[in-house]
């Protein structure tokens, strides 16, 4: 199984700071037929199911803010938010979907300091 | 609107069996996978399993923890898949999400709690 490691596990940003958060893979999610990253990152607020904000480990979903934004190699990636927003208060995941089973990171809780 | 709607969780004993539902509207279904995940309270997501479109086979692919109890089929003209789960243990108390290919639709999740 592919293992996906986050970093930080908590996060607190100012309003209009950058957060950064880390995810490594221990094997690459790179599919080199295609040269697809088979990473996704999602946001998940209480109570509500996950959205899906990044694919393709770079490719913003439709509707999702341009704040946010995704990077990185075969099995190191970053979710980048620009400016942190109040409504940006969530759990962040990131997956993998390179081979069943799919996995997750643990996630990062984001807040506002 | 393109929309998922789980149904069919509950409160079962150990050992029971219960069936999910994963209603789809707004979009072909039959085009597209169904994928479960789920979340136990407080934890993190985790992966069941996946029935891949009929274009794709219409196999299946499961966790390692549910392989063998649970079974994942879909109703294409009904535009339904549902989760099939036997001998369920405590550690299967979790919201069951239903996604589709591409993972960018999600219902509201159905809980399961197992417990005597």
């Known amino acids: 199984d592919i293992v996906m490691t986050q970093s930080p596990d908590s996060l607190a940003v100012s309003l209009g700071e950058r957060a950064t958060i880390n995810c490594k893979s221990s094997?690459?999610?790179?599919?080199?037929?295609?040269?697809?990253?088979?990473l996704a990152w999602f946001q998940q607020k209480l109570g509500q199911p996950p959205k899906l904000l990044i694919y393709?480990?770079?490719t913003r979903e439709s509707g999702v803010p341009d704040r946010f934004s995704g990077s990185g190699s075969g099995t190191d990636f970053t979710l980048t938010i620009s400016s942190v927003q109040a409504e940006d208060v969530a759990v962040y995941y990131c997956?993998?979907?390179?081979?069943?089973?799919?996995?997750f990171g643990q996630g990062t809780k984001l807040e506002i300091k | 609107e393109v929309q998922l709607v789980e149904s069919g969780g509950g409160l079962v004993k150990p050992g029971r069996s219960l069936r999910l539902s994963c209603a789809a509207s707004?979009?072909?279904?039959?085009?597209?996978?169904v994928i479960w995940f789920r979340q136990a309270p407080g934890k993190g997501l985790e992966w069941v399993g996946f029935?891949?479109?009929?274009?794709?086979?219409?196999?299946?692919e499961y966790a390692a923890s549910v392989k063998g109890r649970f079974t994942i089929s879909s109703d294409d003209p009904k535009s339904i898949a549902y989760l099939q789960m036997n001998s369920l243990k405590t550690e299967d108390t979790a919201v069951y999400y239903c996604?589709?290919?591409?993972?960018?639709?999600w219902g509201q999740g159905t809980t399961v709690i197992v417990s005597s």
């Open positions: 996604t589709r290919s591409g993972m960018d639709v």
């Open positions: 707004g979009f072909t279904f039959g085009e597209n996978a």
């Open positions: 029935i891949r479109s009929k274009t794709y086979g219409g196999t299946a």
């Open positions: 094997q690459s999610v790179l599919y080199s037929s295609n040269n697809k990253k088979y």
């Open positions: 393709w480990a770079s």
């Open positions: 997956q993998q979907y390179r081979s069943t089973p799919y996995t």
